[in-house]
């Protein structure tokens, strides 16, 4: 689950603020915003339930879509997440039995 590059999506509790990020290391990432541990725009608004990721081999490619989904509209950012996760559940939660122990998520 962790090797490649990842542009992900995160949303607040009740779904009401959303955040796009990029990251290599996407289980540990998102362990970060759950643990309050990356200060900024996540942690001021409690945003922290992964809804929505792509995988990428290449950082570039990564970026660039990362950049395009950050300019959308938000109820284009709805839909997208739609597609994947109707109800919006965490996928944070369905994915971490995937995470070797060695993954480092320690902070």
């Known amino acids: 689950?962790?090797?490649?590059y990842?542009?992900?999506?995160?949303?607040?509790?009740?779904n009401t603020v959303l955040y796009t990020g990029v990251t290599s290391n996407l289980m540990q990432r998102v362990w970060q915003h759950k643990q309050g541990l990356l200060?900024?725009?996540?942690?001021?608004?409690?945003?922290?339930?992964l809804v929505y990721f792509e995988r990428f081999q290449d950082i570039k490619e990564?970026?660039?879509?990362?950049?395009?989904?950050?300019?959308?509209k938000r109820s284009w950012k709805e839909d997208l997440i739609a597609k994947l996760n109707p109800d919006?559940?965490?996928l944070?939660?369905?994915?971490?039995d995937e995470v070797p122990a060695s993954a480092g998520m320690t902070g």
């Open 62 to 72: 990564a970026i660039q879509r990362e950049k395009c989904i950050k300019r959308w």
């Open 92 to 96: 944070y939660t369905e994915q971490i």
């Open 88 to 90: 919006w559940n965490d």
């Open 39 to 49: 200060e900024g725009f996540t942690k001021k608004y409690n945003v922290n339930k």
């Open 6 to 14: 990842f542009v992900y999506i995160l949303a607040s509790r009740r």
């Open 1 to 4: 689950m962790n090797e490649g």
